[in-house]
């Protein structure tokens, strides 16, 4: 069962049956397209940024419309008004930044790939 030692052209000649065979099969592996997938503190960091923005938008309506209805004494009108804005504005954030996450990550629109 067990195989005689092998000598030096034996040893060779499977080397190199072997480089050749891990060439080819550097050839056939498709190749990642794009930046690498983000790692997991920059997903954080996103997510992070993405609730900021969203919480600031609604604080920012807040402050607006809380300001204006004590100039102006509308009681909540515009403070309701300017939170519905706020909340507009942070989702609108939001989407950019999701499409910014969608670039980073290599998917890519057909329309872009034409070009």
Known sequence: MAEEPQDA?????????????????AALTPKPKGPS?????????????MVIELVAGLGLGFVIGYGLDYLL??????MVVFIFLG?????????????????????????????
């Open 9 to 25: 052209p034996d040893r060779a000649q499977d080397e190199a049956r072997l480089r050749a065979l891990e060439a080819k099969l």
């Open 87 to 115: 909340l507009a504005a942070g989702i609108k954030s939001l989407m950019r930044t999701a499409s910014e996450l969608d670039r980073k990550s290599g998917d890519r629109p057909e329309s872009d790939e034409r070009d």
């Open 37 to 49: 997938p983000m790692g997991k503190y920059e997903q954080a960091n996103l997510a992070w940024r």
């Open 73 to 78: 004494g509308t009681t909540p009108l515009l």
